[in-house]
């Protein structure tokens, strides 16, 4: 199901329409069609999508979906994907991705810097996506749900679980036959780096940020006479979130309703959100320069960068 969004990640009222209008549907032909009870459980974690009251809003022809959410603070654990499958997942997509770089690199006389710049885009990545999933085995998919699940995972599962170190080397070799310092635990700490989706305030300030540079990129400054109170900001937002939440709960013309609230969101609250994460990255960018380690040379730090910008 694709539907347009300005900020282009899910929320709570394309998430009740998908469960009604396709999971609901879907997973009902598929028990009647295998002459399975007609029973679901739908096991959602925390993510700011998923409406907490969730069995409130599915159609009555639905009902046989149960809803049961993951404790706080525990998707890492229970989550089945995290165990290993999105680890995996990353691991082949960076094997993909040094395999493409050296091949392009190493057919023309273009530096890495000119490949990275010029010569990948979205669909390159959305095709080394698609090789990187289905390099995900089975035997993975079905090993995740060891944890939550333990019964559903035949003992044979354990035993057959393929190494975890050919995709890194590869990776190192590969890095290596392009001149690149790598080493294994380079590789582990990439990964393990990203192994947290980012939250609906990490993605909300990655888009205050972008806004902000192109405000600054074309003049825009916040004038003197017009500064705002930090906790003037907040406490209007918070207004703003309860007003919100109360009339999608409560309104019966929920997509117009949806249309009105987003319109506002997006035209006349930006603006403050911005004015505070702006506030907020300044003074999180004086923290971390604040907090530099002490014993860590200006050497090392030139080292990092240059890495960091070699890659």
């Not at 974690?45 to 049961?68: Q, S, T, Y």
């Not at 990129?217 to 979130?241: A, D, P, Q, R, Y």
Request: with cysteine.
């Amino acid at each position: 199901m694709w539907r347009s969004n300005p900020k282009a990640w899910v929320t709570r009222k394309f998430f009740v329409e998908w469960v009604n209008l396709v999971f609901g549907p879907t997973v009902k032909k598929y028990l009647q069609e295998n002459n399975l009870p007609v029973q679901a459980l739908l096991i959602l974690d925390n993510a700011p999508a998923h409406p907490p009251n969730l069995e409130d809003d599915i159609l009555e022809e639905l009902k046989f979906i149960k809803v049961l959410y993951l404790p706080p603070n525990t998707t890492p654990i229970l989550q089945p994907m995290d165990q290993q499958v999105i680890s995996n997942f990353k691991k082949l997509y960076t094997k993909h991705l040094f395999r493409r770089c050296f091949e392009v690199t190493e057919s023309t006389n273009l530096t890495l810097r000119e490949f990275w710049k010029d010569h990948f885009n979205i669909a390159i990545c959305l095709q080394i996506i698609d090789q990187a999933w289905l390099g995900v085995t089975t035997k993975t998919l079905t090993s995740a749900w060891k944890k939550l699940w333990p019964e559903a995972v035949a003992e044979r599962i354990y035993e057959e679980l393929e190494p975890g170190v050919s995709v890194e080397e590869e990776i190192v070799s590969l890095g290596k036959s392009m001149g690149l310092e790598v080493e294994e635990r380079d590789v582990n700490e990439l990964i393990e780096e990203y192994t947290q989706e980012l939250t609906t305030e990490e993605i909300q300030e990655l888009q205050s940020q972008q806004h902000s540079e192109v405000m600054q990129e074309i003049g825009f400054e916040e004038s003197e006479e017009e500064v705002i109170s930090t906790s003037e900001i907040k406490e209007i937002l918070g207004m703003w979130e309860s007003v919100s939440q109360f009339v999608e709960k409560k309104h019966p013309e929920k997509v117009a309703t949806g249309r009105a609230s987003d319109l506002f969101n997006d035209t006349c609250l930006t603006h403050f959100r911005n004015i505070l994460r702006g506030r907020k990255k300044q003074t999180s960018l004086d923290m971390f320069f604040s907090k530099r380690p002490t014993g860590e040379s200006e050497k090392n730090v030139a080292k990092k960068a240059k890495t960091s910008e070699d890659i």
